[in-house]
């Protein structure tokens, strides 16, 4: 498949937004629900993975050119933007900050299977920095467990997977995890079942 240029993102978003994201926007407002049909219109054109790295099979979109992309999209419904916006902004500290196997294998996955990453980042007890938490992560087995005190998570039911701030594990899994270094270490899970909020249950990234 060629690699999308700058241009190719803007040129897709803004038929997206046209053809797309405005027919549904006066739905999407007046019921106060999920854009889903401008997000499967993303995932079909492949630009949730805009701003992960060529090497790992992405676009390698620069911040403006997908900032051009949501500014097609805000134009026609400010909710597909709002949730694209968030998205890309998760897929660019991931793929920024993050340089272990894993990350980058569950980076290959997100071009592969065009996820919807979501932020836990909102986080009961931290005063409203989103740069702290107080939540971990838990080993159980084979897998990892973060329970999250997180009172919302923006299009956190539709989302594919889910990215947090584990302020505790930084040495005990952190790092392991994603080599970001401690105390603050930011965990990628994929949903395996969607819990009740405010806790989240998920599998961490193999």
Same mark, same amino acid.
């Given at each position: 498949?060629? @690699?999308? /240029? &700058?241009?190719?993102?803007?040129?897709?978003?803004? @038929?997206?937004?046209? $053809?797309?994201?405005?027919?549904? %926007?006066?739905?999407?407002?007046?019921?106060?629900?999920?854009?889903?049909?401008?997000?499967?219109?993303?995932? !079909?054109?492949?630009?949730?993975?805009?701003?992960?790295?060529? #090497?790992?099979?992405?676009? &390698?979109? /620069?911040?403006?050119?997908?900032?051009? %992309?949501?500014?097609?999209?805000?134009? =026609?419904?400010? !909710?597909?933007?709002?949730?694209?916006?968030? =998205? !890309?902004?998760?897929?660019?500290?991931?793929?920024? =900050?993050?340089? $272990?196997?894993?990350?980058?294998?569950?980076? #290959?996955?997100?071009? =592969?299977?065009?996820?919807?990453?979501?932020?836990?980042?909102?986080?009961?007890?931290?005063?409203?920095?989103? +740069?702290?938490?107080?939540?971990?992560?838990?080993?159980?087995?084979? #897998?990892?467990?973060?329970?999250?005190?997180?009172?919302?998570?923006?299009?956190?039911?539709?989302?594919?997977?889910?990215?947090?701030?584990?302020?505790? %594990? &930084?040495? *005990?899994? &952190?790092?392991?995890?994603?080599? +970001?270094?401690?105390?603050?270490?930011?965990?990628?899970? *994929?949903?395996?079942? #969607? %819990?009740?909020?405010?806790?989240?249950?998920?599998?961490?990234?193999?």
């Amino acid at each position: 498949q060629a @690699l999308m /240029t &700058g241009a190719d993102i803007g040129s897709r978003a803004a @038929l997206i937004a046209e $053809t797309v994201a405005a027919p549904f %926007a006066d739905e999407v407002d007046t019921l106060a629900r999920f854009p889903g049909e401008t997000v499967d219109a993303l995932k !079909s054109e492949r630009l949730l993975s805009a701003m992960v790295p060529t #090497r790992l099979g992405g676009a &390698g979109a /620069t911040v403006s050119e997908v900032a051009a %992309a949501v500014f097609s999209l805000a134009r =026609h419904c400010a !909710s597909s933007a709002m949730v694209y916006a968030m =998205h !890309s902004v998760e897929v660019a500290c991931l793929a920024r =900050h993050g340089n $272990t196997p894993e990350l980058e294998e569950f980076l #290959r996955e997100l071009v =592969h299977d065009q996820l919807l990453v979501a932020s836990a980042t909102t986080e009961t007890g931290t005063g409203g920095d989103v +740069g702290r938490s107080v939540c971990a992560v838990e080993r159980e087995g084979e #897998r990892c467990r973060l329970e999250k005190q997180a009172p919302v998570i923006s299009y956190g039911t539709e989302a594919d997977a889910i990215a947090a701030v584990d302020a505790k %594990a &930084g040495l *005990r899994a &952190g790092r392991r995890i994603l080599g +970001g270094p401690p105390p603050a270490a930011a965990a990628i899970g *994929r949903i395996q079942h #969607r %819990a009740s909020y405010p806790q989240i249950a998920a599998q961490f990234a193999r």
